[in-house]
């Protein structure tokens, strides 16, 4: 199993461009979320997904869409990039209900200037 | 509003120091907390707890959950450098949503 697998590791944007962070999971698990992570800050939620076709709004999703056609896919888009959402993004998925165990991604650090 | 606190923030120790890394919580609907260890990666899980006065212990590392205080401690017994990271801890509420804490800097030097 590959895990949890994210693109790309690193990109710079300039302010207003668009893109998005993929994130995909072989292991089956229904329960999928997106965090960033700022210093000071810790981990914050910005969407998350229990299981295909079903998504909600975390902690800060002023900025962000997700979607989940299918069980293992969870990209995250941003429609017209910020220098606030300079981050590193992290993906995590966990079986929903019966696991504790959120199995994170290696991240995305994204530039925005 | 949900909030995770972790304190102390940062923590420098020479090695063979225990340490108490502490963690307390408001979350409406608790359903478990879990601790997690971030070198310049992704976290990593180390532990996960339940239920009160029950303690989870890996190696030197043993964590501990108060549902009445609402805090939870982690402690590192003889500390190595390799322990130097960042220890997180995280609540989940019964919608399944994690809040994190700030996590508390441990540096350990020999």
């Known amino acids: 199993n590959a895990g949890v697998t994210q693109t790309p590791k690193f990109q710079v944007l300039k302010t207003g461009q668009s893109m998005t962070l993929q994130c995909a999971q072989d292991?089956?698990?229904?329960?999928m979320s997106w965090y960033r992570q700022d210093p000071g800050m810790g981990l914050r939620l910005i969407h998350y997904?229990?299981?295909?076709?079903?998504?909600d709004q975390g902690e800060v999703p002023n900025g962000y869409n997700v979607s989940r056609s299918t069980t293992e896919d969870f990209p995250l888009r941003l429609l017209s990039a910020a220098p606030s959402q300079t981050s590193v993004y992290f993906c995590?998925?966990?079986?929903?209900?019966?696991?504790?165990?959120?199995?994170f991604g290696p991240g995305t650090r994204l530039l925005v200037l | 509003e949900d909030k995770v606190v972790q304190s102390p923030l940062s923590l420098v120790v020479h090695e063979g120091d225990t340490v108490t890394l502490n963690c307390s919580y408001e979350?409406?609907?608790?359903?478990?907390l879990l601790w997690y260890k971030q070198e310049k990666k992704a976290p990593t899980f180390l532990f996960m707890l339940?239920?009160?006065?029950i303690e989870k212990k890996s190696g030197r590392l043993s964590s501990i959950l108060d549902k009445k205080e609402l805090f939870s401690i982690l402690n590192i017994t003889a500390t190595q450098t390799g322990d130097s990271a960042v220890y997180l801890c995280a609540v989940r509420n019964n919608t399944d949503k994690l809040i994190f804490g700030t996590g508390t800097r441990l540096q350990v030097f020999p």
């Open positions: 997904s229990v299981g295909a076709g079903i998504t």
């Open positions: 995590a998925s966990s079986q929903w209900g019966t696991s504790e165990t959120q199995y």
């Open positions: 292991m089956n698990h229904e329960y």
């Open positions: 979350v409406t609907n608790f359903r478990s």
């Open positions: 339940t239920s009160s006065g």
